[in-house]
C-alpha cells in the first residue's frame, strides 16, 4: 500500500555536526511534503515543506531535498545544536491536486540525538 | 492568539468509562483535524473538518468515536466505552483553508486507559 517511511529509526550526531534525515515515500501522485519535529511531550512543529514541482528548499539551518524519480526526501541540519534532538516526521500530502487537503501521511518518524 | 490549544493534557480513565477532549484552533483557520498518536509511532488521521462540516473520517474511527464542531469553531472528540487499546496521544491540528495547507499542531491530549 501507499506509506511513507524513513530509512533509519535513529540518529546519534555530535554538535556542530550536520545531520541528515532521510524519507521515502512510494505514493507518486504525493505533491506536497513537510517535515515536522516532535520535541518530548509536545505536538508536531513545522519545520519546513516543499512541493513537488522544486527539488531544493532552504530555510533556516535546514534545507530539504526532493528527488522525485527516487521518490526520497531528505531533511538537512546544518551545525546541529542540543536543542535539535528530537524525532522528525516526514508528512505527505496530495493537497495541492485535490480540493480537502487533508490527507497527510506521516512516516514513523526518526530520533535524532545530539550528543556534546 | 496563542495557537491550538489542547484540554484536559493529560486523561487517566478506567476502561468502559467515556472520556471527551477538546481542540481550540488557531482562530483564523477553518479547518480542524485530529490525528491519534501511539508511543514511536507518526501521527495517524482520525477525522478532518471544513468550518462545522465534517468531511472525513478513517476507518480508525471506530463507533465509539465521535467528534463534533458545532459552530466552526472548537471541536470535541468524545471516546465511549474506552478500551486499553485507546490509549494514545490525541493531536488536534488547524490549518487555513488555501494552499498551502500546513498544519499547526497543539501539544496533545494524552489518555490512558487502565
Known amino acids: 500500500g501507499e506509506s511513507v517511511g524513513l530509512h533509519l529509526p535513529t540518529l546519534s550526531v555530535q554538535e556542530g555536526d550536520n545531520s541528515i534525515i532521510n524519507c521515502a515515500y512510494s505514493?507518486?501522485?504525493?505533491?506536497?511534503f513537510i517535515w515536522y519535529k516532535q520535541e518530548s511531550g509536545k505536538g508536531p512543529q513545522f519545520i519546513i515543506d516543499i512541493r513537488s514541482n522544486m527539488d531544493k528548499r532552504q530555510g533556516q539551518r535546514v534545507t530539504v531535498l526532493l528527488n522525485k524519480t527516487v521518490k526520497h526526501l531528505s531533511l538537512q541540519i546544518a551545525a546541529t545544536q542540543p536543542g535539535d534532538s528530537a524525532v522528525y516526521f516526514c508528512a505527505e500530502n496530495k493537497g495541492l491536486r485535490d480540493n480537502y487537503g487533508q490527507n497527510f501521511v506521516f512516516g514513523p518518524g526518526t530520533r535524532l540525538s545530539v550528543l556534546p | 492568539d496563542t495557537g491550538v490549544s489542547q484540554d484536559p493534557r493529560h486523561k487517566i480513565t478506567k476502561r468502559g468509562q467515556n472520556v471527551t477532549f477538546r481542540c481550540d484552533p488557531i482562530?483564523?483557520?477553518?479547518?480542524l483535524y485530529w490525528y491519534r498518536q501511539t508511543l514511536g509511532q507518526g501521527p495517524e488521521f482520525l477525522t478532518y473538518?471544513?468550518?462545522?462540516?465534517?468531511?472525513?473520517k478513517s476507518r480508525l474511527l471506530s463507533d465509539r468515536f465521535s467528534a463534533e464542531r458545532p459552530k466552526g469553531s472548537f471541536s470535541t472528540l468524545e471516546i465511549q466505552r474506552t478500551e486499553q487499546g485507546d490509549s494514545a496521544m490525541y493531536l488536534c491540528?488547524?490549518?487555513?483553508?488555501?494552499?498551502?495547507?500546513?498544519?499547526?499542531f497543539g501539544a496533545g491530549s494524552r489518555l490512558t486507559v487502565l
Open positions: 482562530s483564523e483557520h477553518n479547518r
Open positions: 505514493n507518486s501522485a504525493s505533491d506536497y
Open positions: 491540528a488547524s490549518s487555513q483553508g488555501h494552499i498551502p495547507y500546513v498544519l499547526t
Open positions: 473538518f471544513q468550518n462545522e462540516a465534517q468531511l472525513e
